[in-house]
């Protein structure tokens, strides 16, 4: 794996209908719901990882510290910007941001871990790999 600490990314990302906090119940206005926009941040963590492993490997999140403090509506350009804070063996943290135009929507730390696709499916099924 070649990626250090303080490497930077960002991915934009359109919210639509099956976003808002109506659609998936955790609210009741047809805005970017909270847990689309953790989606959004989690997805820019693995797509930036993605460009880092062999195919044979990928990331899933552990962690999620996020606060969500301003509104964005359906149908707006999110920007999710982020940075590896740090590599702990095969754990890693990131800071990421949710911005909506100049306003940042959301901030905090996500959490991943690599692991290899087939023993981490393998695992699940109580398979021994």
Known sequence: MNVTPGEKFSFKFKAGPEHSAKHVGSGDVDVLSTPSMILFMEEACRRFMDRHLPESETTVGTRVDIYHVKAA???SE???????LAVEGRKLVFWVEAWYGNRRI?????????VNRE?????LKGEKK
């Not at 999110?78 to 590896?84: D, Y």
């Not at 023993?119 to 695992?123: D, G, P, R, V």
């Open 78 to 84: 999110i920007e999710v910007r982020g940075t590896l």
């Open 106 to 114: 959301g901030y905090g730390v996500h959490e991943r871990y690599i």
């Open 73 to 75: 509506p359906i149908g």
């Open 119 to 123: 023993a981490f499916i393998s695992k």
